[in-house]
Antibody
Framework: EVQLVESGGGLVQPGGSLKLSCAVS????????VHWVRQASGKGLEWVGR??????????AYAASVKGRFAISREDSKNTAYLQMNRLKSEDTAVYYC???????????????WGQGALVTVSS | QSVLTQPPSVSGAPGQRVTISCTGS?????????VHWYQQLPGTAPKLLIY???NRPSGVPDRFSGSKSGTSASLAITGLQAEDEADYYC???????????FGGGTKLTVL
């Protein structure tokens, strides 16, 4: 059974940092791409960014709203992906989903497995 | 405002057919990027419903189907059931933004 479990969410002050982890099991993680998607309360889905597999040099891409502040990484040996969030703003408050999908070109990429989400609240 | 435009809500009676549109532009759907659809039941994580414009993952009923034409795509649900009541999102890749984008979401109400 495919499982993605996010951890590391919580309350952080504006300007602070937080690192989310995503532990994956049940399939070949190393060959998959990882995407992070967030959802503010009562709002729609927003793509945050992605990291491709080693075969594609662990290439990363980010939404304009987080570029330069967020960084995605992965440790294939631990079947784990990470989302490092720096210089957090109140508008970053959301549930953050870790997702995986085939390591396709961006024009065809999609998420076929999702975690349960981790709540990040940015507030003083 | 989302790059991909969906109607905020649609509704239908049990057994009926409903469609949800996803309108993009020449930098995403019109550029040939694939469209994918997700279903989000209340209080749960999204679930992949359609990938690559028309393909259903295993386990998704054939009542759900996807299509794409020009700068738009559509999700059709036939034989509507109470358990289909959920939010539906389309997704594609936008070359101008160099990133994936979601539609604003459509709330389906089964009357």
């Amino acid at each position: 059974e495919v499982q993605l479990v996010e951890s590391g969410g919580g309350l952080v002050q504006p300007g602070g940092s937080l690192k989310l982890s995503c532990a994956v099991s049940g399939f070949t993680f190393s060959g998959s791409a990882v995407h992070w998607v967030r959802q503010a309360s009562g709002k729609g889905l927003e793509w945050v960014g992605r990291i491709r597999s080693k075969a594609n040099s662990y290439a990363t891409a980010y939404a304009a709203s987080v570029k330069g502040r967020f960084a995605i990484s992965r440790e294939d040996s631990k079947n784990t992906a990470y989302l490092q969030m720096n210089r957090l703003k109140s508008e970053d408050t959301a549930v953050y989903y870790c997702t995986t999908g085939p390591n396709y070109h961006d024009t065809s990429a999609y998420s076929d497995s999702w975690g349960q989400g981790a709540l990040v609240t940015v507030s003083s | 405002q989302s790059v991909l435009t969906q109607p905020p809500s649609v509704s239908g009676a049990p057994g009926q057919r409903v469609t949800i549109s996803c309108t993009g532009s020449s930098s995403n759907i019109g550029a040939g990027s694939d469209v994918h659809w997700y279903q989000q039941l209340p209080g749960t994580a999204p679930k992949l419903l359609i990938y690559g414009n028309t393909n259903r993952p295993s386990g998704v009923p054939d009542r759900f189907s996807g299509s794409k034409s020009g700068t738009s795509a559509s999700l059709a649900i036939t034989g509507l059931q109470a358990e289909d009541e959920a939010d539906y999102y389309c997704q594609s890749f936008d070359s101008s933004l160099s990133g994936s984008v979601f539609g604003g979401g459509t709330k389906l109400t089964v009357l």
